[in-house]
């Protein structure tokens, strides 16, 4: 049964009647959902997301995947190029250009792709934010987070197998440094802003309010820029 209410009202010469009835909850569903619900700020546990094991595992192996070809494909953009390899060299820009385009198309695909498996987090900034937003429970966070772990380190794993030793950035397999002017404080506020400009696009997107015209382009795009 459920808990809405139901109005009725009935009229009678001068006598007008209004009264409010509610379904009486089953016992069986007023365990853990009833008190996910009772709070609407803090983050359920969402034992009950658990209970399909075939959604779970192909919800958990899309993001394993996505997270490989994210780290695949993405760190792999930055290697090589022209530096040392050929007369005319491409500049900077040029290769910050082609990162970018890189990693925020590849995450546009795969949102494309495995969005509607999973949701297409391939990062855990992307699932804490869903869980903190109530748009998923913390048990199946942990499972979404482990899996893109395995599935960064498996990306990087083939990466190092496939790239050859003397290409331009081999050895840091697309890993970032400071710059020399940029202190450690000053990176984390980057991270913190870029991340939180990710998040937002994410959560806009994810909203079922909102009918974004390409949710997977938008947030492929808040990446690249």
Not at 4 to 15: D, K, Q
Not at 111 to 140: D, E, F, W, Y
Not at 150 to 162: K, R
């Given at each position: ?62 993001e394993y995947v996505g997270t490989l070809l994210l ?7 930055c290697m090589g190029g022209d530096e040392g390899e ?131 382009l938008s947030i492929g795009l808040s990446i690249t820029?």
């Amino acid at each position: 049964m459920c808990a809405e209410g139901y109005e009725y009202a009935m009229e009678s010469g001068c006598i007008s009647l209004k009264c409010n009835v509610r379904d009486k909850p089953d016992e069986e569903d007023g365990g853990e959902e009833e008190k996910e619900e009772d709070d609407p700020i803090l983050p359920y546990l969402g034992m009950t997301e658990l209970d399909d094991k075939v959604a779970l595992i192909s919800s958990s192996l899309a993001e394993y995947v996505g997270t490989l070809l994210l780290v695949m494909v993405g760190c792999g953009s930055c290697m090589g190029g022209d530096e040392g390899e050929a007369s005319v060299q491409v500049d900077d820009q040029a290769r910050v250009v082609r990162i970018s385009l890189c990693f925020g198309l590849t995450v546009a695909t795969l949102a494309q792709t495995i969005g509607h498996v999973s949701g297409c987090h391939v990062n855990p900034a992307v699932t804490l934010a869903m869980v903190v937003g109530r748009k998923m429970g913390m048990m199946k966070g942990l499972l979404y987070a482990a899996s893109q772990c395995l599935g960064g380190i498996t990306g990087a794993a083939i990466l190092s197998a496939v790239v050859p030793e003397g290409v331009r950035g081999a050895g840091g397999l697309g890993m970032t440094v400071l710059g020399g002017k940029v202190g450690t404080g000053q990176a984390v506020a980057v991270e913190m802003v870029i991340t939180m400009v990710l998040v937002m696009t994410v959560l806009a997107a994810a909203d079922d309010g909102v009918h974004a015209a390409s949710a997977p382009l938008s947030i492929g795009l808040s990446i690249t820029t």
